[in-house]
């Protein structure tokens, strides 16, 4: 472990300050792919995350088919089943609190390596501020405040499509699949007291958020432009990378939830999705689904998945 001062040598690299988001105003989206077995269609919609903050997408095409849908699926989620109820919930917010810092009160500066430290204190310093409470947090949570901060401050926000998609379905009264892996905490006390003393293997969330941060916010930028426009082929040839996604691994790797729900998560997600895209194409005339824009893309991505089973997928 490095010592207190380990890091003060080490050069601080340059923060890049990157143009502003160009894209604003009403907004496309992009084009819907086209799943089908026989008559059955199951339309998909790939979404990016996070888009420009000025942008009002015109889901126009998207609501046209949601009035003739029969079922909206949404993305495959991990959902967390503690029954404790309001109060109780109340009473172990403090718990939650104290669960986000390092174990016996370590900071940042001692459980990084010299060079992430360094690399750590400018950012700090532009998207936090010089306050010191986030030193003591867990290498997981301090990047995703940093992560959060950065995109707002980038032009970036999350939940532009989500609310205009929960809007349709409401007005045309579509029903919503929600494909869940349950993870059942029956007790939640004792999780918490376990996951406090529990260090996370997280320095890769970190060191990812990080140079997502140093060299690749400008990347997220287009990749939110390209999705506003509808431009495909460009969010083709971006990398598609969410440091979030390395952040949820770190935890669902720790023993607190491995012991509560074993075996390969992702791949139980993953599977919980096309079954119901499939049971939907097996009843549906006309179905919905949202997706990230990686799994529709992707050679080895959901949609890939069902071509393999031999459905049709056209692009659009």
């Known amino acids: 472990m490095p010592g207190p001062g380990a890091a003060d040598a080490a050069p601080e690299p340059p923060v890049r300050d990157l143009d502003a988001v160009v894209v604003s105003g009403v907004q496309p989206g992009p084009g819907l792919w086209k799943v089908s077995d026989g008559e059955r269609v199951l339309w998909v919609l790939g979404t990016v995350s996070p888009l420009p903050k000025g942008i009002e997408w015109e ?65 700090k310093r532009k998207y936090l501020g010089r306050g010191d409470g986030v030193e003591e947090w867990r290498p997981l949570f301090a990047a995703m405040e940093l992560y959060q901060e950065a995109i707002e401050d980038a032009g970036l926000r999350h939940g532009v499509v989500t609310p205009v998609l929960e809007r349709a379905a409401k007005r045309y009264d579509v029903t919503q699949s929600r494909p869940q892996l349950k993870l059942v905490i029956a007790d939640p006390k004792a999780a918490l007291d376990e996951f406090r003393g529990t260090r996370l293997d997280d320095l890769e969330c970190f060191d990812r958020t990080l140079r997502r941060l140093e060299g690749d916010l400008d990347l997220m930028r287009q990749r939110a432009n390209a999705w506003a426009v509808g431009d495909v082929g460009t969010l083709r040839g971006l990398p598609d990378y969410d440091p979030r996604e390395t ?23 993953r599977a919980q999705w096309l079954q119901a895209a499939e049971r939907a194409l097996a009843h549906n005339a006309v179905s919905f689904a949202v997706l990230p824009m990686g799994e529709v893309l992707r050679p080895d991505g959901y949609l890939a998945a069902l071509r393999a089973k031999g459905y049709a997928v056209e692009e659009p």
Request: glycine fraction near 6%; charge should be positive.
């Open 59 to 123: 889901a126009r095409d998207v609501e046209a088919v949601l009035a003739q849908a029969d079922e909206l699926i949404w993305p495959p989620a991990l959902a967390f089943n503690a029954e404790v109820g309001f109060f109780g919930g109340l009473r172990l917010l403090p718990k939650v609190l104290k669960a986000r810092r390092n174990p016996d009160g370590a900071t940042l500066r001692e459980v990084l390596p010299p060079d992430l430290y360094a690399r750590w204190q400018p950012l």
């Open 247 to 269: 952040c949820l691994l770190a935890t669902l790797e720790t023993q607190v939830v491995k012991k509560r729900a074993p075996g390969d998560l992702k791949a139980q997600l």
